[in-house]
């Protein structure tokens, strides 16, 4: 039996997978054994996998149709066998070392979920926008600083495979991008999971969005997946400053600022707000425009989806 399972769903880009699996067979290492899961959550036409052609153990599945990023994972979370899964999406690069490092960094038998170090591939040109990226998440915290749980990603992480199934695996009612790793990892700190980084545990993303990509995958996050996450536990109200940008329905506490936090993002401005960093993404913008952005975006979708639950009343 494999010590760890890597874990890769993947949907209409045969190309990245590939890549990611030649990657990873470059980390085989007979004293480190790691099988690989891959689920093709129902691309068009289906991924085509020869798994003798790898040195690593490989089991590929299928959905017949596409399910979402939640129904995948938890399809290859029923066939792992080892006490150690390793997250990856499948246009991740890994660099070497990084089965090794998750095995000498994460206790299969602990509560402890490693996250690993990403950045973008070096043939992905720099700009605004990628510094803007490799800087979020855990990158913004100093070493010694507690890691959130909103901070956890799927991209790049490990989890012992006993928590993933007390905690229940992920929540199927989160279908769109982006929710599912934040509502795991509420239910894995309740059930004591601690989060830790594994830098040693490096990647490189292969894929660049554009901004209006970014935004438009924020929007849809917060019009699809927020309502999901407040009806699940309402702490995702705060956590996602739902009760800042969002409808008064959410507004719980200093409604001055909300106030002038919804004036600010209003549609009109930072739409103009966006043409003009789209036009100059060569700049160095501070962090905090797109911050801005994104808030923006997450505002938009909360509206939305309060209009739609208007409407269906």
């Not at 599945?61 to 979370?77: D, F, H, Q, V, Y």
């Not at 800087?135 to 006993?162: C, H, M, Q, W």
């Not at 040693?200 to 849809?220: I, K, N, T």
């Amino acid at each position: 039996m494999a010590e760890i399972t890597v874990l890769m769903p993947t949907y209409n880009r045969p190309e990245h997978l590939s890549a990611a699996l030649e990657t990873l067979a470059g980390q085989f290492e007979r004293e480190v054994p790691f099988s690989v899961v891959v689920v093709d959550d129902g691309s068009v036409p289906a991924v085509e996998l020869d798994p003798g052609a790898f040195p690593f153990r490989l089991i590929f599945l299928r959905l017949e149709k596409n399910c979402g990023r939640s129904a995948a994972r938890n399809a290859g979370l029923a066939v792992v066998d080892s006490p150690l899964v390793v997250f990856l999406d499948d246009d991740m690069r890994v660099l070497p070392g990084f089965i090794r490092a998750y095995r000498e960094a994460i206790d299969p038998a602990g509560r402890a979920v490693g996250l690993g170090s990403v950045c973008f591939h070096p043939d992905i040109p720099r700009d605004a926008l990628t510094r803007y990226l490799e800087t979020r998440g855990i990158a913004k915290l100093k070493a010694d600083e507690p890691i959130p749980f909103r901070y956890f990603l799927t991209y790049n992480s490990a989890v012992p495979t006993f928590l993933l199934r007390e905690a229940g695996g992920f929540s199927e009612r989160v279908r769109a991008w982006g929710g599912e790793d934040i509502e795991l990892a509420w239910r894995l700190q309740k059930h004591g999971a601690r989060f830790v980084r594994v830098p040693q545990a490096r990647a490189y993303h292969a894929h660049r969005r554009r901004l209006e990509d970014v935004l438009s995958l924020s929007e849809s996050f917060a019009r699809e997946c927020m309502p999901v996450l407040f009806d699940e536990d309402p702490v995702f109200i705060t956590q996602l400053r739902a009760d800042l940008l969002g409808p008064v329905r959410y507004a719980k506490r200093n409604r001055w600022k909300r106030n002038a936090i919804r004036f600010v993002t209003t549609p009109c401005i930072s739409h103009r707000v966006e043409a003009l960093v789209k036009r100059h993404l060569g700049a160095r913008w501070p962090m905090w425009v797109f911050d801005y952005l994104i808030a923006s975006a997450w505002r938009r979708g909360l509206d939305q989806a309060h209009a739609r639950g208007e409407e269906q009343e």
